[in-house]
């Protein structure tokens, strides 16, 4: 066969080749929508490298890029790692001094900013080692005022660039083509590193007809933003397929994204649950028609089982739970369901969208304990670990890689149990498992269980230390408004899991609070819970 | 990102763990059919592997088989490859001279032979230089009564193996895992070699929504035979995505097949135009149930509108033609429809079926001619080229390599133009096509245009020398029984062309035969056609 590397730029010539008039329809603005056929997008990516070129960007420069899901973005998911450079896309939600770390530590030469963000990172102008341009993505080819020196507006650059820039085809299939951080909870952010062909592979799984099945008839919206590990692969795979694409831009909410999923007939839709749960509140204050939809993606956290209800019985959009890390590109599973599933009640079919899913054809997933690989029964909890041509074999530069990757696996720090019929279901991270008498106790099962109760808002569950169990759960509670917090309340929601649980599993207090403290993307920081409330144990 | 290597082994891994319970059904004789789970298929594949080692089997021996459509030569499609030696699937339907010739040009040491069809290649034992080992797959466990020493019972040499055998996970994945020889019209067939690499992307592609989309709630049927070009990969695509598969065994027809599409709920299957006129011809004599097809997919040879209409219009089955060779896996194109397709006539979208169609993802391909690289538009011919990991870059130990496969690309020596939508259409052979005053005329398109009247049951057209013009176009016609092969007659069809033909285009004559010669495969032997021909040419 032909050694025919697999890299990114085949994408672009594609799209450009049998897809010159779909669309990339890019939110640059409130009010500023950009429809760009895949054709002149293509130039501009060209003109992209070139500019980027001209700047001083060769084959292993970082260029980290700070900005929304718009056609700027894209063109910079192509028209960096398709010359041989990388690009590294930064989490703006980071906190400062992450951002000042990621950048200094992935050495980032140019940073392609968001025009509505360049004030943001202006200010860590002086921590940045690194970095000799700043390019600003926006509509206009000015640059903003400003006192540092080479700032460049995008819009100009390309102006001045050529459209016939050849993208090298002897590039190594194993380049790295990409970059993310995690959202680090403890310590510094993380680095990822993406390789060409980890990024194809992962582009013909997600176009698999048993996986999303992403096609040239989609209209595919991420809403999971491009700084987000590859906004989940979606805007790689739209352009492989000629699929068209829309890109929300900056500062959307709910209603926006119902006016673009009625208006651009949007087919296909990922994000994080948090967002599916605002949408569908929008959803019925403000009917829209979302008739176009074929499938609403959520993955990042736990979706509940009333959000998975709501939208597949009531709206009659499947709605399919997947799972995925930075570390993974990240689609690792997908609870899409197999030819048996069909036949099952509507109650069996949601309990299993709210499974983590079937594992992507190409991948190997194993649960393992202290006593080895656990057997797939549905009950038996271990740390999942991964092994896959897009999963990473390393964080970039950082000595924590050995906590994370042995023996050729990627160990996730979930802890997770696999049914019978092989579908995967985290149950906590390894950092909030609660170990108590040997035994171990999902914090995650119990939240869930207390956000079915109607009068609960949201519950994080976590371990405090005990003499005798070693570790007792602790639950957390912020109820809704009007719900009084008060001992019946708290009687009710302990006699409420207790139909549900295991003696040894039901939380030993439940505290009431008026939020839970989270991390930038939304995850409960349990560490910092843990440490207020450690002394509130009570003895059993 | 981790170095996994593509191996055919992960398919049996993930078939065996997440899809143990779901069905290879097999016909291996008149009235005999086998259900096996996949979880006893794998079971049965490692058993042949630890067999086929004892008997000698190493990384790189050659092992043939000789077989039908079952699940034996399925459990050979993975027994072989995945211990690092290379199952050659060798076609029953060429001559005994080119049987003995590919046998010995690819050194096979074991030979898995059909019991069937053992007494024909034991006839050629005495030509076979390399032969140790011969094993009947079959449902007896006794051997045939042979004078060949040597020869194994596949189900005896099972029953002795262990079914923990191990494949290695550390193979290269541009080892070879198959291979399979070209029907040749002339000299000996090619030898083509497919990699564990090159099969796993293209099982990736036939999993494609926008391409065959098999996935796990199919039914597959390939009635293209496993010893031509890997039954279209649909057998390691079924396998990767646990897909149900029917495999339809020795001496079917299409009646056969009918029963089989009805009986066990066939969603898909694949074969050659011939092969789909005699099902529509038996499906309207008697007919079935067909509904739950989603797709036929047909190659190999041009196939008629009306063949096409009457599936998709009379029984509303999309009937989607491709186009690929030995050397390519063979998957090249599909003629599935685009997102702006679906708002086109009837007319239009049959017109569209009878394209070879779009371009796999992952492969690029060129039409050039003396000028270079001809533009889509339709009209302009030049031969097509391809290029891609599932491509193949040489003939196996032949000369004839540097004919084919110049600067990168596999010349196909198919006369195509492609249209402004990039849809591929084939229109020759270079060695058919017909080069008149400078002109190009397709014999293809003027067979197919005389097999739309309804007097004609197949038609050639081939090019006769011409003093004058060089070469001219001579239809050679079978006319449907009944019909009369007069003068009457001759000028009806010609007229009949000449409202769809410029002038010179249209043949100088017209033939009226019995029969029209082909090869082993169906296709039309043109040369022979012109040997007999060439001085029937009239001055025009």
């Given at each position: 066969?032909?050694?025919?590397?697999?890299?990114?730029?085949?994408?672009?010539?594609?799209?450009e080749?049998?897809?010159?008039?779909?669309?990339?329809?890019?939110?640059?603005?409130?009010?500023?929508?950009?429809?760009?056929?895949?054709?002149?997008?293509?130039?501009?990516?060209?003109?992209?490298?070139?500019?980027?070129?001209?700047?001083?960007?060769?084959?292993?420069?970082?260029v980290?890029?700070?900005?929304?899901?718009?056609?700027?973005?894209?063109?910079?998911?192509?028209?960096?790692?398709?010359?041989?450079?990388?690009?590294?896309?930064?989490?703006?939600?980071?906190?400062?001094?992450?951002?000042?770390?990621?950048?200094?530590?992935?050495?980032?030469?140019?940073?392609?900013?968001?025009?509505n963000l360049?004030?943001?990172?202006?200010?860590l102008?002086?921590?940045?080692?690194?970095?000799?341009?700043?390019?600003?993505?926006?509509?206009?080819?000015?640059?903003?005022?400003?006192?540092?020196?080479?700032?460049?507006s995008?819009?100009?650059?390309?102006?001045?660039?050529?459209?016939?820039?050849?993208?090298?085809?002897?590039?190594?299939?194993?380049?790295?083509?990409?970059?993310?951080?995690?959202?680090?909870?403890?310590?510094?952010?993380?680095?990822?590193v993406?390789?060409?062909?980890?990024?194809?592979?992962?582009?013909?799984?997600?176009?698999?007809?048993?996986?999303?099945?992403?096609?040239?008839?989609?209209?595919?919206?991420?809403?999971?933003?491009m700084f987000?590990v590859?906004?989940?692969?979606?805007?790689?795979?739209?352009?492989?397929?000629?699929?068209?694409?829309?890109?929300?831009?900056?500062?959307?909410?709910?209603?926006?994204?119902l006016?673009?999923i009625?208006?651009?007939?949007?087919?296909?839709?990922?994000?994080?649950?948090?967002i599916?749960l605002?949408?569908?509140?929008?959803?019925?204050?403000?009917?829209?028609?979302?008739?176009?939809?074929?499938?609403?993606?959520?993955?990042?956290?736990?979706?509940?089982?009333?959000?998975?209800?709501?939208?597949?019985?009531?709206?009659?959009?499947?709605?399919?739970?997947?799972?995925?890390?930075?570390?993974?590109?990240?689609?690792?599973?997908?609870?899409?369901?197999?030819?048996?599933?069909?036949?099952?009640?509507?109650?069996?079919?949601?309990?299993i969208?709210?499974?983590?899913?079937l594992?992507?054809?190409?991948?190997?997933?194993?649960?393992?304990?202290?006593?080895?690989?656990?057997?797939w029964?549905?009950?038996?909890?271990g740390?999942l670990t991964?092994?896959?041509?897009?999963i990473?074999?390393?964080?970039?530069?950082?000595?924590?890689?050995?906590?994370?990757?042995k023996?050729?696996?990627?160990?996730?720090?979930?802890?997770?149990?696999?049914?019978?019929?092989?579908?995967?279901?985290?149950?906590?991270?390894?950092?909030?498992?609660?170990k108590?008498?040997?035994?171990?106790?999902?914090?995650?099962?119990?939240?869930?269980?207390?956000?079915?109760?109607?009068?609960?808002?949201?519950?994080?569950?976590?371990?405090?230390?005990?003499e005798?169990?070693?570790?007792?759960?602790?639950?957390?509670?912020?109820?809704k408004?009007?719900?009084k917090?008060?001992?019946?309340?708290?009687?009710?929601?302990?006699?409420?899991?207790?139909?549900?649980?295991?003696?040894?599993?039901?939380?030993?207090?439940?505290?009431?609070?008026?939020?839970?403290?989270?991390?930038?993307?939304?995850?409960?920081?349990?560490?910092?819970l843990?440490?207020?409330?450690?002394?509130?144990?009570?003895?059993?």
């Amino acid at each position: 066969m032909m050694q025919t590397p697999l890299l990114l730029s085949s994408f672009i010539k594609r799209a450009e080749q049998f897809f010159p008039d779909k669309l990339i329809i890019s939110r640059t603005a409130e009010d500023t929508i950009h429809r760009i056929p895949y054709r002149d997008w293509a130039k501009r990516t060209r003109k992209l490298a070139d500019a980027l070129t001209k700047l001083g960007m060769k084959q292993g420069t970082k260029v980290g890029s700070f900005g929304w899901n718009h056609h700027r973005h894209l063109e910079a998911y192509f028209g960096v790692p398709c010359t041989g450079a990388i690009l590294h896309m930064i989490n703006i939600r980071l906190s400062p001094e992450h951002i000042a770390y990621v950048i200094n530590h992935a050495e980032d030469e140019i940073l392609l900013v968001d025009d509505n963000l360049f004030p943001h990172l202006a200010q860590l102008a002086p921590m940045l080692k690194t970095v000799k341009h700043y390019v600003i993505m926006g509509d206009s080819k000015e640059v903003p005022e400003t006192t540092l020196p080479n700032v460049h507006s995008y819009e100009a650059l390309l102006d001045a660039a050529s459209d016939l820039y050849e993208f090298p085809e002897d590039l190594d299939e194993n380049s790295p083509a990409g970059m993310c951080y995690t959202s680090a909870t403890t310590g510094n952010p993380k680095g990822v590193v993406y390789t060409h062909r980890g990024i194809v592979l992962h582009s013909y799984a997600l176009g698999l007809a048993d996986a999303m099945g992403i096609r040239e008839r989609d209209v595919a919206m991420p809403i999971v933003p491009m700084f987000h590990v590859n906004a989940w692969g979606i805007p790689f795979a739209a352009v492989f397929f000629g699929t068209t694409q829309v890109l929300a831009g900056p500062g959307f909410n709910p209603a926006l994204i119902l006016d673009l999923i009625e208006k651009e007939k949007v087919t296909i839709t990922a994000g994080v649950p948090t967002i599916w749960l605002a949408v569908l509140k929008e959803l019925e204050e403000n009917p829209r028609d979302i008739s176009s939809l074929r499938a609403i993606v959520c993955g990042g956290a736990a979706s509940p089982k009333g959000l998975i209800r709501a939208f597949e019985e009531k709206h009659g959009v499947p709605f399919i739970v997947g799972y995925g890390l930075t570390e993974t590109s990240p689609l690792v599973s997908l609870s899409v369901f197999t030819s048996k599933m069909e036949s099952l009640s509507a109650d069996e079919k949601i309990d299993i969208r709210a499974l983590q899913g079937l594992t992507m054809p190409g991948l190997e997933v194993r649960i393992v304990n202290d006593d080895g690989v656990v057997p797939w029964d549905g009950k038996t909890m271990g740390e999942l670990t991964i092994k896959g041509p897009w999963i990473a074999s390393e964080y970039y530069k950082d000595e924590r890689t050995a906590e994370a990757f042995k023996d050729g696996w990627l160990y996730t720090g979930d802890i997770a149990v696999m049914t019978e019929d092989g579908y995967l279901k985290l149950m906590d991270r390894t950092a909030d498992l609660i170990k108590s008498g040997g035994e171990w106790i999902s914090s995650v099962d119990l939240e869930n269980a207390l956000m079915t109760h109607e009068a609960v808002f949201e519950a994080a569950v976590i371990a405090v230390p005990h003499e005798k169990w070693q570790e007792r759960p602790l639950a957390c509670v912020v109820l809704k408004d009007g719900q009084k917090a008060d001992d019946p309340m708290k009687k009710e929601l302990l006699d409420y899991l207790g139909t549900q649980f295991a003696k040894l599993w039901i939380p030993d207090d439940i505290v009431f609070m008026a939020e839970i403290p989270k991390t930038s993307v939304g995850k409960f920081l349990k560490r910092v819970l843990r440490k207020q409330l450690s002394e509130q144990l009570k003895e059993v």
